[in-house]
């Protein structure tokens, strides 16, 4: 199905769930973020960061850290309310909350209670009009009480961060869940009216071959997620130190994760699941595969989505906003944000402020992730017509006039063909992962 060209796949490239990227970011002014939010207007999404997990998987990038310390949770929780008082202070009457989402970390690695004081909290600071309610959950730390607890706030979105089914993948990654115990989180999720349900997986761990990646997704499949995502795993233990414990003489090669990538799509796909850009999929009955087929679908920093929105404030350590001319970064350092919002202040101090012609290459390059296609000005066509070649000759693109669209050959090209009109890249060296 796809053709494997390593030239093309040799530049580690961003993911875009933002642009400009993380790696642009830089001192924001005094009071930047503060005037974002007043300026806010109409429907807002909210994101919040729970830097938590009972157990932490050697793989794993994400800022978290392990919960045993009761006393270093309580107070980030207590951090965090302060900092939804604030923004409920500065955001203008007009503004309406119609998605709510929480990351981490694993949300459910704090107790079933200091979830529903943290919804309680928002209910009362915040102008919720009736939001949609979604939660990434650690299927090792699934309780019936936490079940019942998102039955009672009304999530219908969960995703559970299942990686492989493969025991002995599970025991490489630090990761050990058997089959039972996702069936079981599964049972109680939809028990508990979650509708749309997600399962992360990856390809490229140590060790790992097709026939791990096959029993995985048939068990996926046959479990019933609604929405799937297949990652390539990033080992980059000289940014991640906990993956040290990773043995990387064991990793498959460039060409074998590839061939996994296509594995992966062509297996969904063949399984009544609809591709959603080049590595998420989604059953036809799914909101995602709805936005796609609509061309609705948008990216912002939780991934593939089908938010409509402009606004999106991140609450928690490391968490993002974005605006229409803004991109902030909360404080990453768990400790120092929990000092700056305990002190009635906004922990935001980096990011970006995005110029008319950053917006226009942010809605470029998602246009072209999430609907394959975009027109170009003919001053972005004059750019980049020479650095296009190489994939229109070999099928992996094409130009009709100035529509540059990117084939099904493409699809796993498409993050290095969205690279190409970021024109921070040769500005900024940094390290990314793997197109792949």
Known sequence: MWTYHPDLLAKPVPRYTSYPT???FGPLPQGAIERAIEGASGDISLYLHIPFCEKICYYCGCNTGASGRRSRVESYLAALHEEIAVVARL????????????????PNAIEPHEFLEMVDCLHRQLPLANPDWSIELDPRTMTT????????????????????????????????????LIARSVDWLRAAGVTSMNFDLM???????????????????????????????????????????????????????????EQGYAFLTGH???????????LPSDPM???TREGTLRRNFQGFTCDSGEVLIGF????????????????KNNGRYRMISSQGDLSAAVGIARSPEDRMRARLIEQLLCRGKVELSPCLFAQAQSRLHPFIERGLARLDGLELAITQEGLPYARVIASLFDSYREATQHRFSSAI
């Open 22 to 24: 993380a790696a642009d």
């Open 91 to 106: 955001l203008p009457s007009d503004t309406r909350v119609r998605r709510v989402a929480f990351g981490g970390g694993s």
């Open 145 to 180: 009480e936490w079940g019942r607890t998102l039955g009672e706030v009304g999530v219908t979105r969960a995703s559970m961060g299942v990686q492989t089914f493969s025991p002995h993948l599970q025991k490489a990654i630090g990761r050990e869940q058997d089959d039972a």
């Open 203 to 261: 390809y490229g761990l140590p060790g790992q071959t097709r026939g791990d990646l096959a029993d995985s997704l048939e068990k996926t499949r046959r479990m019933g997620a609604d929405r799937v995502a297949v990652f390539g795993y990033a080992h980059v233990p000289h940014m991640v130190p906990r993956q040290t414990m990773i043995d990387a003489s064991d990793l498959p090669g460039a060409e074998e994760r590839f061939e996994m990538a």
């Open 272 to 282: 009544g699941y609809e591709a959603v850009g080049f590595d998420h999929f989604a």
């Open 289 to 291: 595969a709805t936005a």
């Open 316 to 331: 928690g350590s490391s968490a993002i906003s974005g605006f229409p001319g803004l991109i902030a970064q909360n404080e």
